[in-house]
């Protein structure tokens, strides 16, 4: 969807992991990585890779503030 930065799909092989995917949207989002990049309107995009691999891990979102799987 338009209002996802990412999102993370998790397959499973019984009880393992067998696959994750994370996709980035890169059409209705723009990122950056230094801080010279940085810009009012960008996402941080090592923040949202350590967001979904936190998904991939098994942790949820959460309202904790400063966290980074606190739900955007």
Do not use: C
Request: proline residues 3%; charged residues 25%; negative net charge.
């Amino acid at each position: 969807p338009r209002t996802e930065q990412g999102r993370t799909t998790i397959y499973w092989a019984g009880p393992k992991l067998f696959e994750a995917d994370i996709r980035i949207n890169g059409e209705h989002f723009r990122y950056f990585l230094t801080e010279e990049e940085r810009s009012d309107s960008a996402v941080h995009f090592e923040s949202l890779m350590v967001h979904e691999l936190g998904h991939v891990l098994g942790l949820s979102h959460n309202e904790i503030e400063g966290s980074v799987m606190q739900t955007a």
